[in-house]
């Protein structure tokens, strides 16, 4: 039995130090800006990404990684015996899982297991992060599959976007759309539904009352949200992040409690002031 080392992409936004703590290397995406490309999560961070793009005035673009990447990024694991399972963002969003499964058929069968994680951000992390903890255990990489797949469909991932600009800028929202959203302050709740991203709510007014609301609407009074592992997500707004993160401390006894920035990939779309809260259900 082999053991099994687990890998994810930039988009999961797991820090420097979660990776080195569990041992979970990346494969980054892309961000292009001003003429120049960046790896995520690797040579540039977001705070220079929004710096950029007010500099340039133009909205970052993102690219997967290439099948080349892949390869040069699993074949040192590979040659030290060990199974690899690769959880990417998903497929509806991204070309990433795509580039890894062909990747994956340059190495003997079962050896490299790709895994359509059908989230983003920390809905990818807290995969990545649990899988981990069982291959640091010894359980073998099927198990481990069989344990994660049973898991996907209780992850529950929602943010509240705090400008439609990038939006906008991305052609994600119109013209109109920018305008009256900036007029009446509305900021859109996004959650991630069947791998992809649909609008729950559009919360109007000041930034503490749409985070009430938005707490309320995501969390509320839930009774069944596995305590084992849960996260705070930002782009370049820890004070809204840290109001989401006392509210849920002071309702329930987390055993792993994570609070993160998103990285520049995931920046690059939702803009600064996103705030989100992602977790499992228990049941």
């Known amino acids: 039995?082999?053991?099994?080392?687990?890998f994810t992409d930039s988009t999961a936004d797991l820090t420097a130090d979660l990776r080195e703590k569990f041992g979970i290397p990346l494969i980054p995406l892309y961000v292009t800006i001003g003429g120049k490309t960046y790896k995520d999560q690797i040579d540039i961070d977001t705070a220079t990404l929004y710096d950029l793009v007010e500099r340039h005035q133009e909205l970052p673009k993102t690219s997967t990684p290439s099948t080349q990447?892949?390869?040069?990024?699993?074949?040192?694991?590979?040659?030290?015996?060990?199974?690899?399972?690769?959880?990417?963002?998903?497929?509806?969003l991204s070309a990433t899982v795509q580039a890894a499964k062909l990747a994956a058929q340059e190495f003997d069968n079962g050896r490299v297991n790709i895994v359509d994680s059908t989230n983003l951000s920390m809905g990818i992390g807290l995969i990545a992060l649990r899988s981990a903890q069982w291959a640091s255990k010894g359980i073998e990489a099927k198990e481990i599959l069989e344990r994660i797949t049973g898991m996907l469909s209780k992850i529950r991932t929602s943010f509240v976007i705090d400008s439609l600009k990038f939006l906008h800028m991305g052609g994600r929202c119109s013209s109109v759309e920018l305008i009256a959203g900036t007029v009446l302050k509305i900021r859109p709740q996004i959650i991630v539904n069947d791998g992809g991203l649909i609008v729950s709510e559009k919360y109007r007014g000041k930034k503490e009352k749409v985070l009430k609301d938005f707490y309320d609407n995501?969390?509320?009074?839930?009774?069944?949200?596995?305590?084992?592992?849960?996260?705070?997500?930002h782009?370049?707004?820890?004070?809204?992040?840290?109001?989401?993160?006392?509210?849920?401390?002071?309702?329930?006894?987390?055993?792993?409690?994570?609070n993160v920035e998103a990285g520049t990939v995931?920046?690059?779309?939702?803009?600064p002031g996103t705030v989100g809260i992602i977790y499992f259900l228990d049941n």
């Open 218 to 233: 995501h969390v509320g009074k839930a009774k069944n949200i596995d305590k084992e592992w849960i996260a705070v997500a």
């Open 1 to 6: 039995m082999n053991p099994v080392k687990i």
């Open 69 to 92: 990447d892949f390869i040069n990024g699993f074949q040192p694991w590979i040659d030290k015996g060990y199974d690899i399972i690769f959880f990417g963002i998903s497929s509806k």
């Open 266 to 271: 995931i920046s690059s779309h939702c803009g």
């Open 235 to 258: 782009s370049a707004d820890p004070k809204s992040a840290k109001y989401l993160e006392e509210r849920l401390r002071s309702q329930f006894e987390f055993k792993n409690f994570l």
